[in-house]
């Protein structure tokens, strides 16, 4: 982080930490991995302890969108913000800390649960916030560093490759007669996703997001797969077949110690 970043960064952590019912923040994405580019957004996030109130995010006077509680689907991604400060994006995400630390204790014991997300092709695991536990970089407060749950690296696969099966065999029976590529191709790249959180999981490392998951678990094949697709039963067919010989690869390469 340059010094510019850093007196970037500091006044804004010490505004989100002053907020009522903040315990922590952290800063996310991309500038927390060290994979960021100078365009990167800032993403950080406030984790919060009983009534946080996002009307005194609002009331900082940054410019930009302040959503409600809920009001992006009511999950563990629970809502957040998107704002301007001195010239940068920055996405402000709201962590209840009860739900966290639930699915922390889930995660441990090899449980989780699927939830949709707008711009996630496969949608997200329940445990995606323990993976911002684990990777993201605490700005303020103190909160767990969670290793991989051997639990969980036995759970999750599993779940991931029924799903990516299923989502294939659907669009075989549902798109491919009719030579509907369109669909085809949407079946291919969540299919695509869901055998990349598999594989991950397979493999104990953490996602936060569908970024770099396919590069991060091998998948990139899969865009040569769909830059051949043609609207014909049979292009269709070689494409999910090409594509579950392709996952069944990624799997092979991942061993649960």
Not at 175 to 193: C, D, H, N, P, S
Request: charged share 25%; hydrophobic share 45%; glycine share 12%.
């Amino acid at each position: 982080m340059t010094d510019d970043d850093k007196l970037f960064l500091d006044p804004v952590a010490d505004r989100l930490a002053a907020l009522p019912a903040v315990r922590a923040v952290t800063l996310g994405g991309s500038r927390a991995q060290g994979t960021h580019t100078a365009g990167s957004d800032w993403d950080l996030a406030v984790y919060y302890r009983g009534g946080f109130d996002p009307g005194e995010l609002r009331a900082a006077g940054w410019e930009g969108e302040v959503s409600g509680i809920g009001d992006w689907g009511g999950g563990v991604f629970n809502g957040g913000a998107w704002l301007t400060i001195d010239g940068r994006q920055v996405d402000v995400h709201y962590r209840d800390l009860d739900v966290v630390e639930h699915e922390l204790a889930e995660a441990r014991q090899g449980r989780f649960h699927w939830e949709p997300l707008m711009f996630h092709l496969a949608g997200i695991p329940s445990y995606l916030v323990v993976a911002e536990l684990a990777v993201n970089q605490v700005l303020r407060g103190a909160l767990p560093r969670p290793e991989y749950p051997q639990a969980l690296r036995a759970a999750a696969p599993p779940v991931w490759r029924e799903r990516a099966a299923l989502t294939l065999h659907y669009a075989k029976g549902a798109y491919v007669r009719r030579g509907q590529a369109a669909e085809v191709a949407g079946a291919l790249a969540i299919a695509a996703m869901q055998t990349g959180h598999a594989v991950l999981a397979a493999r104990g490392e953490w996602v936060t997001n569908e970024k770099r998951l396919l590069q991060q678990a091998g998948l990139r094949g899969v865009d040569a797969i769909l830059a051949g697709l043609r609207p014909e039963p049979e292009a269709l067919t070689r494409a999910i077949n090409e594509a579950e010989g392709l996952f069944e690869r990624a799997h092979a390469t991942t061993s649960v110690r």
